[in-house]
């Protein structure tokens, strides 16, 4: 099974930038399609984006279009999201996530302990 690790999570201004890497091993990332999740204190967990198997697809919430961004190496078993013009509402728990099959926001088998991302306004 693959492993996820996710990193880059930190406190931020509103307008600025972050950068969430999510390393995979165990299994070649490139296997996965992966998604980027996140859960904010008393809400329930909400999908971000995802990136299909050769990056070639991506899907993102409304909220997060035109300002998040998800790429992925598969030689490097990575995947980054990349998060512009961050908003107090974007604060939360960002998780990646990792499955066999397609589709965009469920059916995830695999999980890492995810990052904390704050944006203060």
């Known amino acids: 099974q693959v492993r996820l690790v996710e990193s880059g999570g930190g406190l931020v201004q509103a307008g600025g930038s972050l950068s969430l890497s999510c390393a995979a091993s165990?299994?070649?990332?490139?296997?996965?399609?992966v998604g980027w999740f996140r859960q904010a204190p008393g809400k329930e967990r909400e999908v971000v984006g995802a990136?299909?198997?050769?990056?070639?697809?991506?899907y993102y919430v409304d909220s997060v279009k035109g300002r998040f961004n998800i790429s992925r190496d598969n030689a490097r078993d990575t995947v980054t999201l990349q998060m512009n013009s961050l908003k107090p509402e974007d604060t939360g728990i960002y998780y990646c996530?990792?499955?066999?099959?397609?589709?965009?926001?469920?059916?995830?088998?695999?999980w890492g302990q995810g990052t904390q991302v704050t944006v203060s306004s």
């Open positions: 996530a990792a499955k066999t099959g397609s589709g965009w926001t469920d059916g995830y088998d695999y």
């Open positions: 165990g299994r070649p990332v490139g296997n996965y399609y």
């Open positions: 990136i299909s198997w050769s990056g070639l697809r991506t």
